[in-house]
């Protein structure tokens, strides 16, 4: 079962999360961030993980600190779920529309964290979000999961619909990335390894 599980504790936020990779959408999401608790749930369903998120921060300042550190921890259990890394595909893309708004993801499962955020968020806030935690959170999550994540916002009106696109084409892009394929023998380099 390629699955982890992982907490993180500091004195801004307390984090704890189970997920796995070869699931089937089931989510548990509780993180005093409501736009966040969407935006995760929305990744669990598209990428057909099974997922269980929760989160206390310090929310009365910002969602800043709890979202990064969610982040993290997400990262670092798809880093862990994946484990060696024999017989992936490595390589996922994914486009996906949202009423006005097109987004596009490519994931590269190669150990060199890299984020490359090509998006315009036409609006500082959606509800009481600060929407650009979206690359914070993109950022931390390429980081600790070890991942080349490219974010291309091709067009896009509604600022809702841009990051919901963008979720969801992340959550398609790593499913594809983290597949099993039988022809892959090993892990899919020429330099033998992928961690």
Not at 71 to 87: N, R
Not at 161 to 168: C, Q, S
Request: hydrophobic content about 40%.
């Amino acid at each position: 079962m390629r699955q982890a599980e992982i907490k993180r504790n500091t004195n801004e936020t307390k984090v704890a999360i189970q997920f796995s990779l070869d699931g089937e959408g089931k989510s548990v999401i509780d993180t005093g961030v409501p736009f966040m608790d969407h935006m995760l749930d929305l990744f669990i369903k598209h990428g057909l993980f099974d997922g269980d998120i929760q989160a206390n921060g310090d929310t009365h300042i910002d969602d800043h600190h709890t979202t990064e550190d969610i982040g993290i921890v997400l990262g670092q259990a798809v880093k862990e779920a994946l484990g060696d890394k024999k017989g992936i595909r490595r390589y996922g893309n994914a486009f996906v529309p949202m009423d006005d708004a097109l987004a596009q993801v490519v994931i590269d499962c190669s150990n060199r964290p890299h984020l490359e955020f090509q998006c315009e968020l036409l609006n500082e806030k959606v509800g009481t979000f600060d929407t650009e935690l979206v690359e914070e959170f993109l950022w931390k999550f390429a980081l600790e999961s070890r991942m080349n994540v490219h974010v291309i916002v091709h067009y896009g009106k509604n600022t809702h619909h841009i990051i919901e696109a963008i979720f969801k084409a992340l959550a398609r892009a790593l499913d594809e990335a983290t597949m099993i394929d039988p022809r892959v023998k090993g892990v899919p380099s020429t330099k033998g390894l992928l961690t």
